[in-house]
């Protein structure tokens, strides 16, 4: 274990902040698309694997109900600084694309995997995540080459996991099942463009960042830059070099990858994070929207929390105040939103946690999760039920079952982002759920060999009596749709 990777507990710090995960679309033409080298965290699309070398198969994602393959839901990078194995961490979320699996059984349609790297690995260099290579505190090895991406593993064009079966035609894509390349062919264009590739198109696209995703870099930062990258990116070839047959075959290439992601995959976000800030003020005039007014801190996410934490600088917490939950707790009449206006309701059947989640909700109302782990040495973080049944028992958070140590709550996933998944709520089998509850090893343990740890997600739904239509809150940016 890492010596120098010492936690220092703060004793003085108050309550624990919670950061919030917005979904923003990616501008492809300004910044390219996320590559592993950005650390990204982000919903739908293709997962990017932190470990490029080991991708998990198909048949450990299947759902545990109608055994079909889940979808990837999202992937959120959170590194700590313990243990050593730690220093890169992403924790994947899967799920069935199939609503009546998430109300049948919520929780066996979620999956949950934690993947890990130490600083020193094959595929990153130890100061790839360092704002400032320059001030890293280990040295650089001038020689230090990355694994060569030939040796990365294959995945699968619908779903990203890993692909050991490829197009017997082409030999130019790769496929996790039989019915992924079905798929492909059927609701995709395969089927027409399979062996109609131009030569040399590969170099070409490939330098114009159209296949190959590490040529362009996601973030616009030149002075961070890395140089061994900056050094490996090939040419940027411009776009007239292509014949009017190559550009017809790549704008098509781009038409089937969209039409595939429509069928198979949720559209794709990147996660940008932001504290919750609460302040008095907000609060005497009712709970509106806030902003921090920091934009330091807007553009910090937890990785960035955590990385200062690591690097034991405390920032001055200004006044976070953060106990609005027991603000609400206290509330004898509690407000309840219709349309856009909120009524005090005196009667007591109601469900306190969902009327709570409402207003935290409502403060920023385009929130899709909820990040808690953020202090997370203090104390084990409560989640923001949305209902006052259904909320996990003790026995419920099952321990880690590689090092059987206690699990704590990391984040929740919220029904906003449902919003984002151009889901048909008309349909029966639509996707829905109350909340997302993601529990992962308090020691983020490291087992020899094994390159997923699974993780817990319990789902809690919304209750009938929270959900009694005129408690429904809906606005342009909420649309909380009630459990069936
Ligand atoms: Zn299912
Ligand atoms: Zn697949
Ligand atoms: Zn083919
Ligand atoms: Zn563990």
Redesign the pocket.
């Known amino acids: 274990m890492d010596k120098d990777h010492t936690m220092e507990i703060d004793h003085d710090n108050q309550e624990p902040a919670v950061m919030l995960g917005f979904a923003e679309p990616i501008d492809l033409e300004e910044n390219g698309p996320l590559t592993a080298q950005d650390f990204p965290s982000k919903i739908g699309g293709l997962p990017i694997w932190l470990n490029p070398e080991h991708i998990p198969e ?1 048949k450990d994602l299947t759902c545990g109900l109608c055994k079909q ?1 889940m979808a990837f839901l999202l992937q959120l990078y959170s590194p700590e600084d313990h243990p050593a194995e730690a220093f890169h961490r992403m924790i994947y979320v899967f799920c069935c694309k199939t609503g009546t699996c998430h109300r049948l059984a919520p929780s066996d349609s979620f999956k949950v995997f934690r993947s890990q790297l130490g600083r020193f690995n094959p595929y990153y260099s130890p100061t790839a995540n360092d704002d400032d290579p320059e001030e890293a505190d280990v040295e650089e090895d001038p020689n230090w080459k990355p694994l060569e991406s030939s040796k990365h593993a294959k995945t ?6 890993n ?1 050991p079966k490829k197009c017997s035609k082409c030999r130019e894509f790769f ?3 039989e ?2 390349q079905m798929l492909h062919w059927t609701k995709g264009l395969h089927k027409t463009l399979c062996g109609k590739k131009p030569l040399n198109l590969d170099t070409k696209l490939a330098s114009l960042s159209l296949l190959e995703k590490d040529v362009k870099k996601h973030h616009g930062d030149d002075e961070n830059e890395d140089e061994d990258e900056e050094m490996e990116q090939p040419q940027i070839a411009p776009e007239d070099e292509l014949t009017k047959e190559e550009k017809e075959y790549a704008g098509r290439l781009k038409i089937d990858f969209r039409l595939v992601e429509r069928v ?1 995959r949720f559209p794709e976000f990147e996660v940008i994070s932001e504290e919750e800030v609460v302040d008095e003020k907000a609060k005497e005039d009712g709970y509106d929207h806030e902003s921090s007014g920091d934009e330091q801190e807007a553009e910090d996410g937890w990785e960035e929390k955590l990385k200062a934490r690591r690097k034991k600088k405390t920032k001055g917490s200004g006044n976070k105040d953060d106990d609005v939950s027991d603000d609400l707790k206290g509330a004898t009449n509690a407000l309840v939103p219709v349309g856009d206006e909120l009524y005090e309701n005196t009667q007591t059947d109601i469900d306190r946690a969902f009327l709570t989640f409402q207003k935290r909700i409502a403060l920023f109302p385009d929130q899709v999760l909820r990040y808690a782990r953020v202090e997370y040495e203090l104390e084990n973080p409560e989640p923001l039920y949305v209902s006052d049944i259904g909320t996990p028992k003790p026995e419920d958070i099952l321990p880690c079952p590689h090092c059987h140590k206690e699990r704590s709550f990391e984040f929740q996933i919220l029904p906003q982002l449902l919003n984002y998944m151009a889901i048909d709520h008309s349909r029966a089998d639509a996707l829905d759920f109350g909340t997302v509850l993601v529990y992962s090893c308090k020691d983020n343990c490291h087992v020899k060999g094994k390159h997923y740890l699974d993780e817990l997600a319990i789902v809690q739904q919304f209750s009938e009596d929270g959900m009694q239509g005129k408690n429904m809150y809906t606005s342009d940016n909420v649309a909380v749709s009630p459990a069936k």
């Open positions: 198909s393959p699968c064009f619908v779903c990203g996991l692909a496929y996790c099942s019915d992924h198979a």
